[in-house]
T-cell receptor
């Protein structure tokens, strides 16, 4: 079982709709969770970080964490064509060597 | 926000030569830096973790004698790909974790370096 799993997509969402990206992780001691956006040929860019159960909102982005279910998601409201990218879920084990483990990413396409 | 800079952004080298990639944290001290490699349409794979003033910790399967990492200061880490071969062609990305004061526990990525070995 992969440590961090994501649906590779592609996920197509109409412009203006809500895009929902999901991620599951296998290590229960995971403490920090991140969503990165990566445009083709570019480096990942941090979108959201979340550490506690529940929702965290930042502008059009909402991260949701459920540690009991080992599940973290990212919602993008009012999707824009510029949101088209690959979204990487990453998990950090604070009590380990603090390295990030990445999922394989979900490719999101916003259809105008 | 915090900025991590990588140089060069693109490099082409001949097979058998060595290439050095620099990673700098511009506005915070990076006690730990990470080096990743990403092949097309794949996720980031951690190669090694470098800590300032000590030897890097390499992930399983990564040749430490081929990928030399030096983290000589709190703002600079370098990755040298020695005796490069075409299969080393990839996107190399560094990231840095800030000290607890300025950047907390957030990890920031450099812009990445495209290496093409011909």
């Amino acid at each position: 079982q992969k440590e961090v799993e994501q649906n590779s997509g592609p996920l197509s969402v109409p412009e203006g709709a809500i895009a929902s990206l999901n991620c599951t992780y296998s290590d229960r001691v995971s403490q920090s969770f991140f969503w990165y956006r990566q445009y083709s040929g570019k480096s990942p860019e941090l979108i959201m970080s979340i550490y506690s159960n529940g929702d965290k909102e930042d502008g059009r982005f909402t991260a949701q964490l459920n540690k009991a279910s080992q599940y973290v998601s990212l919602l993008i409201r009012d999707s824009q064509p510029s949101d088209s990218a690959t979204y990487l879920c990453a998990v950090n084990h604070l009590f380990g060597n603090e390295k990030l483990t990445f999922g394989t990413g979900t490719r999101l396409t916003i259809i105008p | 926000g915090a900025v991590v800079s990588q140089h060069p952004s693109r490099v082409i080298c001949k097979s058998g030569t060595s290439v050095k990639i620099e990673c700098r944290s511009l506005d915070f001290q990076a006690t730990t830096m990470f080096w990743y490699r990403q092949f097309p349409k794949q996720s980031l794979m951690l190669m090694a973790t470098s800590n300032e003033g000590s030897k890097a910790t390499y992930e399983q399967g990564v040749e430490k004698d081929k990928f030399l990492i030096n983290h000589a200061s709190l703002t600079l880490s370098t990755l040298t790909v020695t005796s490069a071969h075409p299969e080393d062609s990839s996107f190399y990305i560094c990231s840095a974790r800030g000290d607890r004061g300025r950047s907390g526990n957030t990890i920031y990525f450099g812009e990445g370096s495209w290496l093409t070995v011909v």
